[in-house]
T-cell receptor, first 110, second 113 residues
Framework: DAKTTQPNSMESNEEEPVHLPCNHS???????IHWYRQLPSQGPEYVIH???SNVNNRMASLAIAEDRKSSTLILHRATLRDAAVYYC???????????FGKGTKLTVNP | DADVTQTPRNRITKTGKRIMLECSQT?????MYWYRQDPGLGLRLIYY???????NKGEISDGYSVSRQAQAKFSLSLESAIPNQTALYFC????????????FGPGTRLLVL
């Protein structure tokens, strides 16, 4: 499994963009990059994933470096409901499990 | 209705007791998982099942057993509960797309006295 490095915590103000970084320098060529988040007292929730190209969905955008050794989750306008722990998880297609690290705790200030 | 449900949501038990946590899903997924989460830590995989006849150990299976009664049901048992099994337990499901998106239940908070 590829190892990941994420900041322990980050802060943002409401309605401002947030860029959550993740380093995954040992990622293999077939690993997808998944992002999940866990809101307080809830189970993890899928956010977005990608392989090589940048990806957008209704929740966020994922920017993947050209060498794939890092990625950035972008929340375009943070809301108070985005306060959560965000996990970056490289995983090989067809693999059996997600490996969760400690993630980044995002605090959103009103 | 939630796609992945867990019962009970909270449980207090005593050391040595056998307890079962249950997970049901209506997503029609073949793959199901059990994780535990300790305070301040990420999730760790206990067991997973790719279909009804397939059971696999995760990284922390000691002290736990599972049963896949049907495609939609996956139960986790603690044969003889001990205090360090106090944790938050999550069930998850995924389909076979190969892109490994998992969908999690709301969790069961277990306290072993």
């Amino acid at each position: 499994d590829a190892k990941t490095t994420q900041p322990n915590s980050m802060e943002s103000n409401e309605e401002e963009p947030v860029h959550l970084p993740c380093n995954h320098s040992t990622i293999s060529g077939t690993d997808y990059i998944h992002w999940y988040r866990q809101l307080p007292s809830q189970g993890p929730e899928y956010v977005i994933h990608g392989l090589t190209s940048n990806v957008n969905n209704r929740m966020a955008s994922l920017a993947i470096a050209e060498d794939r050794k890092s990625s950035t989750l972008i929340l375009h306008r943070a809301t108070l409901r985005d306060a959560a722990v965000y996990y970056c998880i490289p995983i090989q297609g067809g693999s059996e499990k997600l490996v969760f690290g400690k993630g980044t705790k995002l605090t959103v200030n009103p | 209705d939630a796609d992945v449900t867990q019962t009970p949501r909270n449980r207090i038990t005593k050391t040595g007791k056998r307890i079962m946590l249950e997970c049901s899903q209506t997503k029609g997924h073949d793959r199901m998982y059990w994780y535990r989460q300790d305070p301040g830590l990420g999730l760790r995989l206990i067991y997973y099942s790719f279909d009804v006849k397939d059971i696999n150990k995760g990284e922390i299976s000691d002290g736990y057993s599972v049963s896949r009664q049907a495609q939609a049901k996956f139960s986790l048992s603690l044969e003889s509960a001990i205090p360090n099994q106090t944790a938050l337990y999550f069930c998850a499901t995924s389909d076979r797309t190969g892109e490994e998106t998992q969908y999690f239940g709301p969790g069961t908070r277990l306290l072993v006295l």
